[in-house]
């Protein structure tokens, strides 16, 4: 009888109870397999990445070595959910603080508005929805240069390489893909403000 086979009939408050009296990692393995799948589904949700989205579950199951330690987690499958949910936003907003520097809207756009890590996360997972409609509204040659530039993290020359646009038009492409970007973002504010 293998190591979680022995396991299999207990559940995930025992798992964890005895995984912080002995912090054996193996109980985390256990955990991973029951839900290391439903993991990877919510972060492809998110991240729209399977590759990313793998590397997030790992992290994931990473931080739960030390995270497990410091809560009491009566429903892990619920806790687990609002946990990857958080870490696929926290992601996501790093993916746009180039984008957000660069776009340089009035301070008082609450769309770009920081707030601590934590807190507003409902509010956090608007404006990001907001940001991708607002992208979705460009054209496709500026949709995929800003896509390119800033959450891929692809150079000028690389984006002309896959794209087949000349340097000129790449540049073109993103600087009128972040002008017509903030027109899009402040009409969609407006927009559910005025609804």
């Known amino acids: 009888m293998n190591f979680s086979e022995k396991y299999k009939n207990y559940s995930d408050y ?11 990692n193996a109980f985390i393995g256990i955990l991973y397999e029951r839900y290391g799948h439903l993991a990877l589904g919510l972060c492809i949700k998110y991240l729209k990445n399977k590759d990313e989205a793998k590397d997030s579950v790992i992290q994931i199951f990473t931080d739960l070595i030390d995270d497990l330690l410091k809560h009491n987690i009566a429903y892990f499958k619920s806790w687990l959910y609002v946990y990857c949910k958080n870490y696929c936003l926290m992601q996501l907003r790093k993916r746009q603080s180039n984008l957000k520097r660069d776009l340089e809207l009035k301070e008082n756009v ?7 890590e934590h807190e507003h996360l409902e509010e956090k997972e608007k404006q990001i929805v907001l940001m991708e409609k607002a992208i ?11 896509d390119l530039f800033y959450f891929k993290n692809k150079s000028y020359f690389e984006i002309v390489e896959i794209t087949g646009y000349s340097a000129n038009e790449v540049k073109s492409h993103i600087q009128n893909g972040k002008r017509n970007l903030k027109i899009k ?4 504010i407006d927009e559910q403000t005025t609804e």
């Open 110 to 116: 609450y769309f770009f508005v920081d707030s601590s």
């Open 185 to 188: 973002i402040t009409a969609l």
């Open 136 to 146: 979705e509204l460009l054209n496709d040659a500026q949709k995929t240069c800003i």
């Open 14 to 24: 025992d798992i964890i109870g005895i995984y912080k009296n002995t912090k054996n």
